[in-house]
């Protein structure tokens, strides 16, 4: 089984190269030409994208094939204050250098909305903000010309006192989305609430591709095993044209389980690796330690001493 691994957003490597770099909405406001603040937007976004290049140059140095978009390349876009205002236009060339990029050196890339996306919601607002943040994702993906390989994730949501009414009115609002905004959708397990075999029956159910998240199903979980469940997960990826992917981080504490640790135990990934090995030809492992690029170096050094582990270069290993 070929393993490669990445990371998320931001580098501890590369200085200087945040690709999220924002202004408030109370700094917008202090600015009393809406043109000159809204220019200095622009500006960020261009900047946060540049820095994107960057640490894609430092991926590919690195033999870094899978990467996570920061969501905050636009900062306030959506926001109330900033309705009719279209940022792509001035950043459509940018975007394109950052895809033209991505496709050349044929890099995984993804996004993952912040828990403000919740399909799932009773509230209609809450509902419509959802979409059109799943709307703002397609767009900044279809700025760069990426094909629908390049997804988004998101989480089922909460479960507002009664899970199977959620699920239900999960399932409602997804089936109501554009197909183009459907078709880039993964459903990830959370940590506190949908456990994986909960969110394994939804992505059934509409067709969607799976993202096991192993440290959450590990804080939550009603005793199954993520190794039993993964020839149904690996089966969710199957109409698509990438390897199935996971999520990997480590409980930062035993007083935090559920807190995300600087660095991945090995022996935590291998015990799901390593029993999965004969069954799947790739997959995909998204680090979200908060050790970032340095998280994934450390556990490539790490793998690098284990018994039937063979790398093949700075960022992939075959068990």
């Known amino acids: ?12 490597i590369v200085k200087n190269a945040s690709p999220s770099k924002t202004m408030t909405a109370t700094s917008f406001k202090k600015i009393e030409d809406r043109e000159a603040a809204i220019r200095k937007l622009e500006r960020i976004a261009e900047e946060n994208l540049q820095n994107t290049l960057r640490l894609l140059y430092h991926n590919r140095a690195h033999d870094i094939s899978l990467y996570r978009f920061s969501s905050k390349l636009i900062p ?12 792509f236009p001035f950043l459509n060339e940018k975007f394109k250098e950052v895809g033209d990029y991505v496709k050349l050196h044929k890099m995984r890339v993804s996004f993952h909305p912040d828990h403000f996306t919740v399909l799932s919601t009773p509230r209609a607002e809450v509902l419509k903000n959802s979409i059109l943040d799943l709307q703002k994702h397609l767009s900044m993906l279809e700025a760069m010309g990426l094909d629908e390989r390049a ?20 399932i409602k609002n997804f089936k109501g989305l554009e197909e183009n905004v459907k078709r880039r959708i993964t459903l990830e397990n959370d940590d506190k609430t ?13 067709s969607v591709p799976m993202v096991l998240d192993i440290h959450h199903h590990w804080v939550n979980n009603d005793g199954e095993e993520a190794v039993e469940l993964w020839p149904r997960v690996k089966n969710t990826w199957s109409e698509q044209d990438i390897p199935p992917k996971i999520h990997v981080s480590s409980p930062k504490s035993e007083k935090d389980p559920r807190g ?24 995909d492992v998204m680090i979200e330690a908060k050790k970032k690029d340095d998280a994934l170096f450390q556990l490539m ?3 690098k001493e284990e018994d039937g582990v063979k790398v093949i270069n700075q960022s992939t290993i075959e068990i």
Not at 3 to 9: E, L, N, S
Not at 155 to 163: F, L, P
């Open 76 to 87: 306030l876009i959506g926001h109330e204050m900033l309705k009719g205002w279209d940022p």
């Open 194 to 206: 949908f456990t994986a075999k909960e969110t394994l029956e939804t992505c059934e159910q509409l």
């Open 301 to 303: 050094r790490d793998l």
């Open 260 to 283: 995300h640790s600087d660095y991945v135990d090995p022996q935590f990934l291998l015990g799901f690796l390593r029993p999965i090995a004969n069954k799947t030809g790739q997959i």
């Open 1 to 12: 089984m070929i393993v490669r691994f990445g990371y998320v957003a931001m580098s501890v």
């Open 151 to 170: 997804k988004y994730n998101i989480h089922i949501g909460g479960s507002y006192a009664n899970k199977p009414k959620s699920i239900e009115r999960f």
